[in-house]
């Protein structure tokens, strides 16, 4: 058994602080040693991508235990995908997705392509419209955090 931490790309945007998510990643975390990067692809708007990251990351960090990547890419999920597996170094994927009848991810069949690059991935659907930002910023409240140095 390796004691080198499983690092796993986290894939999500405004499903990034859903509940179904963050006990994902707590499952994770008490399963074994592992890291976390957590990237919002197919960003139009850099605000925005920086309004979740700075909402996310400080709940995603509770529940990993340990600081969280936070990584924006560009305005095509897949490429910005591939981008970062080509780049990090990644054991494993996790895609947190909206539910099929609003996630152009699932229609436009994201999780059998991200398959193919060769890790596991775990595909996360939160019921509902998962987590806006608006509800991330009260829950990172409701857990006592800021999102003090974040960048």
Known sequence: MSSSPTYILVVANRTAAAPQLLDEIRRRREAGPCRFALLIPDVQNRKLADWTLESALPILQRRAGAPVEGLVGGRDVFESIHDAVCEGGYDEIIVSTLPRKSSKWLKRDLISRVERLGLPVTAITPEGNGMTN????????DLGGGAGGLS
Do not use: H, P, Q
């Open 134 to 141: 608006k509800k991330a910023a009260k829950a990172m409240l």
